[in-house]
């Protein structure tokens, strides 16, 4: 476990994070993995960009293998719509990256800028999907709470995010089965159902990202 002070911030990275990132550049040979991390690094900064302008600095950050924890004590004085500033922000850092780098390779015709521009619209869609743990099932919860207690508006989340899920992770299995060897999409679903199957209540303090 690696933790770095910055900026009256305690950054966190987790063993099994650290493993995961070293194993996925290793091994990656076509440049994916790097894309992917880059892009995420830049959805992660808009998120904590606008949770500075909205507050200030959290606490602490966690980084541990396919999620990111943000820590701030100031998120229980913050009301359900800046809760939805900060987490939309993160999309928007990758939808506009996707139009910039578009932009870049209509000028230049570079392939790379491409890929980056897809590889930007993919983690801003995703992270989009009602699902729990994502961004988008989080911007959910905030509206839902705005008319339902806590309680009942986590579990409709919940309800909505395997529905989503279950859909998502059959069309992984049909990518496995047909490709032989991309089984990224059905492990990313299987993990978020995991992750929904041992969540535990809501916390007001910590941040999912």
Known sequence: MIHIRLFGCTIELRF???AAIA???????TGCVIHTL????????GHLAAMGFLGGIPKKVVFGIFH??????RRVKRGYYQDIVILLAGPAV???????LLLGFAFFQKQIL???????????LFNLLPVESLDGGQILYAVLCKKRSPEKAQKWVQIISFLVLIPIACMGFSILLQSKYNFSLLLASC???????????YDKVTLSI
């Open 16 to 18: 099994l994070f650290v």
């Open 23 to 29: 194993c996925s550049v290793l091994l990656d040979h």
């Open 38 to 45: 880059l892009a995420s690094f830049l959805h992660e900064c």
């Open 68 to 73: 990111i924890d943000i820590q701030d004590d």
């Open 94 to 100: 990758n939808f506009a990256l996707f139009f910039l």
């Open 114 to 124: 491409l890929f980056a521009a897809s590889t930007n619209l993919l983690i801003g």
């Open 191 to 201: 993990y978020l159902m995991g992750q929904l199957l041992l969540k535990k209540t």
